[in-house]
């Protein structure tokens, strides 16, 4: 068995769970439904970031202790995870005890080992951040993500030697070309380390809604060290170190761009630091922008997540999300990019040919379906496109893994128009376009699977395929040629009904 373990970055919780955030998550959970459809042993992490002054001081602001505020954001990006039907297997808030234990036995490991060590910081910061930024970074004294003036800061901080892995991270880099993915995220990474490093301050004494430095209890945890150890600690680097290395040897961070230097350079330094292993893969996605600006909820132009799912349903938001834009690159947002993938992918092709079929085999065969012949559409002409479907599906490429289904629905669709079996006078001659149209639903239904939660199943049960059966066999039920036949049909209701024009 192949474990996989995929993990997102865990939400700051003074956000409201957005489109972003969103973005993240429907990648990651059709990355672990593809994988557990192989039959892998998948683990999904995410989770909640809850320490900080920012966190510390929302809560003050609104009367509340700082944990109770916590729990009702933490429950909020639950909420909204379910609405997107994201199947995680754990979430983890680094108020959790388990959390406390995982950062102070991976402080002190690196502290043993000489890597940690007490001096004075000054520095510009932005509070919104909780960042320092050089003037490298900030030129003009304004904070890169929030163009809102950072302030003079000083204080007694612990230090991190990040400088000492300048050569270890670049020789990381250059055994394994493959570990940050796409290409162009890991030449802005590897460029930055070629660039040289600096040490990181790693803890402050001016808070204290943080976990506290084992050795030293005057200072808590720097937000951003503490909230990276949680891909430890949720695997059980403090309390089951068996699974931990494990699942270690297996792990997949999906990032956003905007924290390459968090987990491209400081996290795999902070591991090697710690005696441990640099994550064997780094997926960077991209921003979706709304008229050319960052998504975010402080940006004013959030897209709520649950709201459009309230209009387009769950399976039309993911694919739009997945199919739009390759991982890795920025991508627009846009309302009428949605409905147009939805008009012409989801209802007129895919949900078309289900209809045609379900329709035309009730009508004409009797509602008895006629199993696959190849001789209406042959096996060399589908299978190119499910070999590239499924490298897109493991290489992490899900528009061209979507492309790859769009493009045998329209060859299924293009030999029916053919063909035209509903005019068949004989029904063995309807039968055999009609066979082979069932053959690619039954493809396309596993190829979606990881996006099209619902439809999927429904084009399954609409043929006579019970869901479960294909399940944790992927790879087996992508052979072409198997449909049977012989299950009874009738016409199927429609998937993806036409969305009429919203003026959107
Ligand atoms: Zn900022």
Redesign the pocket.
Known sequence: MTEFFISTPIYYVNDAPHLGHAYSMINADAFARWHRGLGDEVYFLTGTDEHGQKVADSAARNDMSVQAWTDTYAERFKAAWEALRIDYDDFIRTTEERHTKAVQKFLQAIYDRGYIYKGMYRGTY??????Y?TANDAPDGN??????P?IEMEEENYFFRLSAFQEALIEWYDRDPDAVFPDFRRNEAYSFIKGGLEDISISRTSIDWGIPLPWDERHVCYVWFDALINYVTATGYAEDFERFSRLWRHSHHLIGKDIIRFHCVWWPAMLMAAGLEPPSKLLVHGWLLVKGEKMAKSGGNGVDPIELVGTYGTDAVRYYLLREHALGADGDFSLEALEHRYNVELANNIGNLLSRVTNVVARSLGGVAPAYTGRAIAAERIEPHVARAQDGWNGFATAQALEEVQAMVRLANAVLEERAPWKAADPAEAAEPLGDALEILRLVAVLVAPVLTEASAKILAAIGIDPASVKGSYTEALGVGQYAGGASISKAAPLFPRLEATGA
């Open positions: 932005c509070v919104s951040c909780e960042a930024y904070c890169p993500v929030h163009k809102r950072l």
